[in-house]
């Protein structure tokens, strides 16, 4: 059982990981079911395990959090929908890289949707679209722009922190740093896509392709024989 937590309003991070760090224990410890819990926060900056101090662009903007998880920096605000993912990686094949690439998939089935597609790119963990009335990149390829991050945390083999999806987030507060360290691509959200689309209507997207992508394999018994 995956237990869906939706919170409305904007949740203090600090307690959202003090949460986090008290579910997972229980996870780990069988005393609590695997958890998704959805979110929104205020205006903050995260910083993972690979963060850079260059990438910390006007350090006085937002609050500026470090964390423990991996990648670099990020931002959360309102309008951004933070999933995070209490799940057990064990059970699905304790492989750290499948289980990003699952996340990814994860996003890339929830954007189509509502028919947009996202894409994923060597050495650029996260979720793109392309934006083809943009300039484009210097090899002649469309410009992209990042939609979603990933930064997880593994204890005991169970993940946690997870993903953040832009719906309608201000673009501009990004500014404040070098998103995950990329600093030649953009940033863009469903609404920026010209796509209405709510946060409720993406947390419906989230649950309906949750099991195509993470549903355990069901056990199974042989049939008994009969008494000789």
């Known amino acids: 059982m995956v237990e869906w937590i939706i919170t409305d309003g904007l949740t203090d991070y600090r307690a959202a990981e003090a949460f ?7 996870i780990a ?3 609590a079911d695997e958890c998704i819990w959805l979110v929104e926060h205020p205006p903050l900056y995260t910083a993972g395990t690979s963060a850079k101090a260059s990438d910390l ?6 609050p500026v959090y470090e964390t423990r998880r991996g990648g670099q920096f990020t931002y959360h605000g309102p309008g951004q929908r933070v999933v995070y ?12 890289r499948c289980f990003v690439r699952d996340l ?3 996003v890339i089935a929830t954007l189509d ?15 793109w679209v392309q934006r083809p009335e943009k300039r ?10 990042k939609i979603a991050a990933i930064g997880i945390r593994l204890r005991r083999w169970i993940s946690f922190h997870g993903i953040s999806i832009n719906v309608e987030p201000e673009l501009d507060h990004f500014g404040g740093i070098v998103p995950c360290g990329i600093s030649d ?11 209405p689309v709510t946060m409720d209507d993406l947390d419906v997207a989230l649950r309906s392709t949750f099991e195509t992508v993470f549903a355990l394999p069901r056990p199974s018994f042989d049939s008994p024989k009969e008494a000789v």
């Open 20 to 26: 986090m760090e008290a579910r997972v224990d229980a």
């Open 29 to 31: 410890a069988g005393e």
């Open 57 to 62: 662009v006007d350090p006085d903007r937002f």
């Open 85 to 96: 993912v209490m799940l057990d990686v064990g059970k699905r094949g304790r492989d750290v």
């Open 104 to 106: 990814e998939t994860w």
């Open 113 to 127: 949707q509502f028919n947009l597609r996202g894409e994923i790119r060597p050495g650029r963990v996260g979720v």
């Open 136 to 145: 484009r990149q210097p090899d002649g390829s469309p410009a992209e722009d």
């Open 185 to 195: 691509h953009g940033v863009s959200s469903l609404v920026d896509m010209g796509l």
